[in-house]
């Protein structure tokens, strides 16, 4: 594992600068991770502006709390961490529904438009630490491990609350378009 080696000294230097005030440092950590972290959001919000603003306060509150941060632990899991727990704290507060949903029928037939609300709608039942599992392995593309350091459980509890989501949705779809 060398090349995860090298991003792990990577993240450490990064953190030992930025905590320094190395503006420079702080950028190439927002360069490194801000295409992620947005998708992340947006997968979430089904929104740019709301995503990128979601991705922008939780860099600048990174560098406002820069003395805090922990270079023994991973800077990518706290990002996302982070990153989640702010738009949990928004939608507390503010607890809309998403427009993602129009914009499925605009952009796919209308069958597969029906299709993909379905599968909006199931995915938005799930409870909501399966959910989140769910989205981070399907809509984000992390690997189980990454998935348990971002959630702080183990690799098995990732794997039995996606086995639970994919039950749930297999048995929502079946009962939908098999038993009408």
């Known amino acids: 594992m060398p090349n995860a080696d090298k991003n792990r000294n990577r993240e450490?230097?990064?953190?030992?600068?930025?905590?320094?005030?190395?503006?420079?440092?702080f950028k190439e950590l927002y360069f490194i991770y801000y295409e992620r972290l947005f998708r992340f959001a947006w997968n979430r919000t089904h929104s740019e502006d709301?995503?990128?603003?979601?991705?922008?306060?939780?860099?600048?509150?990174?560098?406002?709390?820069?003395?805090?941060?922990?270079?023994?632990?991973s800077i990518k899991a706290f990002l996302f961490r982070s990153l989640k727990n702010l738009m949990i704290d928004a939608a507390k507060l503010h607890s809309s529904k998403n427009l993602?949903?129009?914009?499925?029928?605009?952009?796919a037939t209308e069958k597969d438009a029906d299709l993909k609300i379905d599968l909006d709608?199931?995915?938005?039942?799930?409870?909501?630490?399966?959910?989140?599992?769910?989205?981070?392995?399907?809509?984000?593309?992390?690997?189980?491990?990454?998935?348990?350091?971002?959630?702080?459980?183990?690799?098995?509890?990732?794997?039995?609350?996606?086995?639970?989501?994919?039950?749930?949705?297999r048995k929502t779809f079946h009962q939908k378009y098999f038993h009408n």
Do not use: T
């Open 121 to 169: 709608d199931a995915v938005e039942n799930l409870p909501q630490k399966i959910r989140e599992v769910y989205f981070l392995s399907r809509y984000d593309g992390f690997k189980y491990y990454e998935i348990a350091e971002i959630c702080k459980i183990s690799v098995k509890a990732v794997e039995k609350r996606m086995a639970k989501a994919l039950s749930i949705l």
């Open 100 to 107: 993602h949903l129009e914009e499925a029928r605009v952009s």
């Open 12 to 25: 450490i230097r990064l953190v030992n600068e930025i905590k320094r005030d190395n503006k420079e440092s």
């Open 50 to 73: 709301a995503a990128a603003e979601f991705v922008q306060e939780l860099f600048a509150r990174v560098w406002i709390n820069r003395k805090g941060l922990n270079s023994a632990k």
